[in-house]
């Protein structure tokens, strides 16, 4: 059973235009989530979070948006440069688990 | 400068040998996961251990196990590798409580797993 799921594999934008990923959940247990960016041939990086009682939490062109009642969470890049193309996976933690679940990922290509 | 380190970084075995994957840190962190990464599937969780005396089974830990040999070290053994364990394997560190950010992973570069 997924309990978080990324269901677009890749995305494809525009230099300089806003990318837009987007992950589910299904645990309501889960009270934070993050981005994790990988590049290949390299472990993943953290990029950014969001506690469940913020809805927004923004770190330059990077913005994390929170929707609990919907339990979708979706990152914005804006805007979005080459060395952004990279595999984004979201990742949740929560119930007191200290682990993380995450999603299956999804590749962004930027286009010049 | 404070890294997660993985060895080898490219494996290729044969169905039934034994395998083992090695992880040191030097971030002093408590906390070390081992997780495979499969095409279409993400990142999941095979074990995880919270200091050198607790090991916990993660999500997919049959047919693997490990050995936390010291806070800086996390091995991952296959006893007898079969083809589909071929995948990338990737070792995590993060600090214990709350003091470092809640549940923030460093991950090591990956070793790449192929079983003929």
């Known amino acids: 059973d997924q309990q978080v799921k990324q269901n677009s594999p890749s995305l494809s934008v525009q230099e300089g235009r806003i990318s837009i990923l987007n992950c589910d959940y299904t645990?309501?247990?889960?009270?934070?989530f993050l981005w994790y960016k990988k590049y290949p041939a390299e472990g993943p990086t953290f990029l950014i979070s969001?506690?469940?009682?913020?809805d927004k939490n923004e770190d330059g062109r990077f913005t994390v948006f929170l929707n609990k009642s919907a339990k979708h969470l979706s990152l914005h890049i804006v805007p979005s440069q080459p060395g952004d193309s990279a595999v984004y996976f979201c990742?949740?933690?929560?119930?007191?688990?200290?682990?993380?679940?995450f999603g299956q990922g999804t590749r962004l290509t930027i286009n010049p | 400068d404070a890294d997660v380190t993985q060895t080898p970084r490219n494996r290729i075995t044969k169905t039934g040998k034994r395998i083992m994957l090695e992880c040191s840190q030097t971030?002093?962190?408590?906390?070390m996961y081992w997780y495979r990464q499969d095409p279409g599937l993400g990142l999941r969780l095979i074990y995880y251990?919270?200091?050198?005396?607790?090991?916990n089974k993660g999500e997919i830990s049959d047919g693997y196990s490990v050995s936390r040999q010291a806070q800086a070290k996390f091995s991952l053994s296959l006893e007898s590798a079969i083809p589909n364990q071929t995948a990338l394997y990737f070792c995590?560190?993060?600090?214990?409580?709350?003091?470092?950010?809640?549940?923030?992973?460093?991950f090591g570069p990956g070793t790449r797993l192929t079983v003929l």
């Open positions: 995590a560190t993060s600090r214990g409580g709350l003091a470092g950010g809640y549940n923030e992973q460093f």
């Open positions: 645990n309501s247990m889960f009270d934070y």
């Open positions: 969001i506690s469940s009682i913020k």
């Open positions: 990742a949740a933690s929560g119930g007191g688990a200290q682990k993380l679940v």
């Open positions: 971030k002093g962190h408590d906390r």
């Open positions: 251990s919270f200091d050198v005396k607790d090991i």
